[in-house]
T-cell receptor, first 115, second 113 residues
Framework: KAGVTQTPRYLIKTRGQQVTLSCSPISGHRSVSWYQQTPGQGLQFLFEYFSETQRNKGNFPGRFSGRQFSNSRSEMNVSTLELGDSALYLCASSSRGSGNTGELFFGEGSRLTVL | TQLLEQSPQFLSIQEGENLTVYCNSSSVFSSLQWYRQEPGEGPVLLVTVVTGGEVKKLKRLTFQFGDARKDSSLHITAAQPGDTGLYLC?????????????FGKGTKLSVIP
């Protein structure tokens, strides 16, 4: 079956702009998580959605937001971009419901560069 | 905030050598996963361990979960160039958001032919 698809793969923005990233999970997966990956901080958890509800949120400012649609596709938005937002943004889907040891299936990521 | 430390940060070895990478936390894990990430790709799950003292083998890779569930190790026997990549451990903690995986910063492994 098709894997997790993220679009766009690469994008360049300037400070102050906003960006929207999209993630299509594996068919049947209702959980979608977002992570930010940078060389200095590694993978940091942004948020997780399950059945259109945000179940958990990481330690990021309110400029970072997300949502999930009824078909489980998810988007994340970053407003008022800063240079430090340059990173690889990874989306992961999972079939896990109430448990927390399910495998995460990651997409290839969206690489954002802020100039 | 839970902190998960991995060591070493970088490792460069010759093909055929053995190696061990470590993952440590001051808190008890509910479960722990190991992922491998290759350049330009997302991480891929290698194993999940949930029981203290558990040992799992995946071909030349051996994963061990500490008895106290605060640490884990990954041992690779006779490393091959195809093992090159970023190895990440990720844990879930009791009491934390049940759906949040905390990742270590990873060990970047290079296996030289």
């Amino acid at each position: 079956k098709a894997g997790v698809t993220q679009t766009p793969r690469y994008l360049i923005k300037t400070r102050g702009q906003q960006v929207t990233l999209s993630c299509s999970p594996i068919s049947g997966h209702r959980s979608v998580s977002w992570y930010q990956q940078t060389p200095g901080q590694g993978l940091q958890f942004l948020f997780e959605y399950f059945s259109e509800t945000q179940r958990n949120k990481g330690n990021f400012p309110g400029r970072f937001s997300g949502r999930q649609f009824s078909n489980s596709r998810s988007e994340m938005n970053v407003s008022t971009l800063e240079l430090g937002d340059s990173a690889l943004y990874l989306c992961a889907s999972s079939s896990r419901g109430s448990g927390n040891t399910g495998e995460l299936f990651f997409g290839e990521g969206s690489r954002l560069t802020v100039l | 905030t839970q902190l998960l430390e991995q060591s070493p940060q970088f490792l460069s070895i010759q093909e055929g050598e053995n190696l061990t990478v470590y993952c440590n936390s001051s808190s008890v894990f509910s479960s722990l996963q190991w992922y491998r990430q290759e350049p330009g790709e997302g991480p891929v799950l290698l194993v999940t361990v949930v029981t203290g003292g558990e040992v799992k083998k995946l071909k030349r890779l051996t994963f061990q979960f500490g008895d106290a569930r605060k640490d884990s190790s990954l041992h690779i026997t006779a490393a091959q160039p195809g093992d090159t990549g970023l190895y990440l451990c990720a844990g879930t903690y009791s009491g934390a958001g049940s759906y949040q995986l905390t990742f270590g910063k990873g060990t970047k492994l290079s296996v030289i032919p």
